[in-house]
């Protein structure tokens, strides 16, 4: 609305500075338009405010339904939690209720069972009474009998007491003579055993004695074995010490030998002397030797391939040439083991 009035304004301004009459109705129509633009405006303004009113109206009251509605599910919620609650309680309490009536049951079940185990028992015991009182009223009526003929006893009762008494000497009786038995198969198979191990003590005394002979034998021949055994190792040791010493100068005279053929071409310093020879002089000898054979080896076989080189230089040289008619060639082979031969003579 400011931005339109400034424009209006600014147009008006101009127009007037060109025409006066002309800016003065323009100024008039200018400010109706203006009003009646204000008053659209604010009309409008009217209508959009109400329509928010309205609207505000109904979010409101939309608000309180969910509002009330939301109330409503929270009391449904709870009424319901609380319904399940009680049925909870109730389920649990019956289940309580019947494990109990269950258990009672079953202990009411056991002891009716054991109350029939216990009357089957006491029919069987019974009926045993009744069988032992059966086969024992033939003794009853021994005894009664007995009574009658002997004047000595007045009652059944002493009958028996005196059969106890009879019964009681007997068993002890017959205890100390199985007692008596007993010590005598012990003491007897104790004499026994002393035999036994005095006839295994002389057994093995005499094994014993046999033993030692056998080893007194041994030992002689041992002994004799031993005698034999230090002369002959006295003899072995000379024979060693001479073999020793004919080792020590041979191995002396070649290490001269091949000291002497080395030292011609180059320098060495000789280990030793023939008076003062170890264990380790000996080595270093025998590796000096060693060494030389070597060198004496490889020197014989360069010497051998320079002249089987050379050979085959030759006969090369010869095929080149061409041999003459009416003269036979040797073989290679032939000629080629011929100067081996003598070289290895």
């Known amino acids: 609305y400011s931005f339109c009035t400034l424009l209006v304004g600014d147009g008006a301004k101009q127009r007037g500075a060109n025409n006066p009459q002309m800016s003065t109705l323009d100024n008039v129509s200018a400010a109706t338009k203006l009003r009646r633009e204000q008053m659209d405006v604010q009309t409008e303004l009217d209508q959009k405010r109400a329509e928010y009113r309205e609207r505000m109206d109904k979010v409101r009251e939309r608000e309180l339904q969910l509002s009330k509605r939301r109330q409503e599910l929270q009391d449904k919620l709870v009424r319901f939690y609380k ?58 009526k021994y005894l009664d009998e007995v009574l009658q003929q002997n004047e000595e006893y007045s009652d059944p009762n002493d009958i028996i007491s005196r059969w106890k008494t009879l019964d009681g000497n007997h068993k002890e009786l017959q205890a100390r003579k199985t007692h008596l038995e007993q010590q005598m198969e012990i003491q007897r198979q104790v004499l026994q055993k002393k035999k036994e191990s005095k006839a295994t003590e002389i057994l093995d005394y005499t094994n014993a004695l046999a033993n030692k002979g056998k080893q007194l034998e041994t030992l002689h021949r041992e002994v004799t074995k031993a005698q034999d055994d230090i002369e002959y190792s006295l003899e072995k040791k000379t024979s060693t010490t001479k073999t020793i010493g004919q080792i020590k100068m041979a191995t002396q005279n070649l290490y001269d030998r091949c000291f002497e053929n080395a030292s011609k071409f180059r320098p060495i310093r000789k280990h030793g002397s023939k008076d003062e020879q170890g264990g380790e002089e000996i080595l270093h000898q025998l590796q000096f030797i060693g060494e030389c054979l070597g060198d004496y080896i490889y020197i014989r076989d360069k010497h051998r391939e320079e002249i089987k080189a050379k050979k085959v230089q030759q006969q090369h040289n010869q095929t080149a040439r061409g041999a003459p008619a009416g003269v036979k060639r040797k073989p290679a082979g032939h000629a080629e083991m011929q100067p081996a031969a003598n070289n290895d003579d």
């Open 83 to 140: 319904f399940i609650q009680e049925n909870e309680i109730k389920k649990n309490r019956a289940d309580k209720k019947a494990h109990a009536e269950m258990k009672a049951k079953e202990e009411k079940h056991q002891l009716i069972v054991q109350l029939n185990e216990d009357s089957r028992r006491l029919e069987r015991e019974k009926q045993e009474i009744k069988d032992k009182l059966q086969r024992y009223h033939k003794y009853q």
